[in-house]
């Protein structure tokens, strides 16, 4: 079974502009979280979809939104960027969301973004 | 809200040495814990899990945690490095907010191995 994929791995991208990273999850598999890693915050939670349905949200501000496909694909998009939203942005897909008990998540290799 | 703390950013040992990577949960209730993985340039893999069901949980690699509810920790342990084990690893505890859970990660600890 193939894993959780995550396109493109590397992105530089300028302030001011807007970039869309997409995560295809693992075949059966309806829920995608993402997390944002960086080096002085470490791993935060930005959202999770589960069937086309953002059911949770980290705090973050509203240039981060998402979205989930019918096909359990999910993107997120993060427009107006700014220096510090440079990171390593990780997509984990679970067979059941995260609100029916303790379910594993399986993680991506991750969307490297640089800001400059 | 629900918390881990892991203790030391970065722990060294010498091939064929014990492992012991620390991680105390905040919580009332029983949590549901986890260890994950991240080698270079890629993204986290489950080494275990705690549900309640027992408390030494063993996982993969030969990495095992033990859940201790009087000490409110779940440290993960190995007793023989290899040099594959380097790499930074990761406490979480599923944390309800609103309704729904999320998993929230420790700060991490990056594990040296030396021949």
């Known amino acids: 079974k193939a894993g959780v994929t995550q396109t493109p791995r590397y992105l530089i991208k300028t302030r001011g502009q807007q970039v869309t990273l997409s995560c295809s999850p693992i075949?059966?598999?309806?829920?995608v979280s993402w997390y944002q890693q960086t080096p002085g915050q470490g791993l935060q939670f930005l959202f999770e979809?589960?069937?086309?349905?953002?059911?949770n949200k980290g705090n973050f501000p509203g240039r981060f939104s998402g979205r989930q496909f019918s096909n359990s694909r999910s993107e997120m998009n993060v427009s107006t960027l700014e220096l510090g939203d440079s990171a390593l942005y990780l997509c984990?897909?679970?067979?059941?969301?995260?609100?029916?008990?303790?379910?594993?998540?399986?993680f991506g290799p991750g969307t490297r973004l640089t800001v400059t | 809200a629900q918390s881990v703390t892991q203790l030391g950013s970065h722990v060294s040992v010498s091939e064929g040495a014990l492992v012991l990577l620390r991680c105390n949960y905040s919580?009332?209730?029983?949590?549901?814990l986890f260890w994950y993985v991240q080698y270079p340039n890629q993204g986290l893999q489950l080494l275990l899990k705690?549900?309640?069901?027992?408390?030494l949980v063993k996982g993969i690699n030969g990495f095992e945690a033990e859940f201790k509810k009087s000490e409110t920790s779940f440290h993960l342990t190995k007793p023989s490095a290899h040099m594959s084990d380097a790499a930074e690893y990761f406490c979480?505890?599923?944390?309800?907010?609103?309704?729904?859970?999320?998993?929230?990660f420790g700060t991490g600890t990056r594990l040296l191995v030396s021949p």
């Open positions: 979809y589960f069937s086309e349905t953002q059911r």
């Open positions: 979480a505890v599923s944390d309800q907010v609103g309704g729904f859970q999320k998993l929230v």
């Open positions: 705690y549900t309640s069901a027992a408390t």
């Open positions: 984990a897909s679970s067979s059941r969301p995260t609100g029916q008990g303790a379910g594993e998540q399986y």
């Open positions: 075949s059966g598999h309806r829920s």
């Open positions: 919580s009332s209730v029983p949590p549901y």
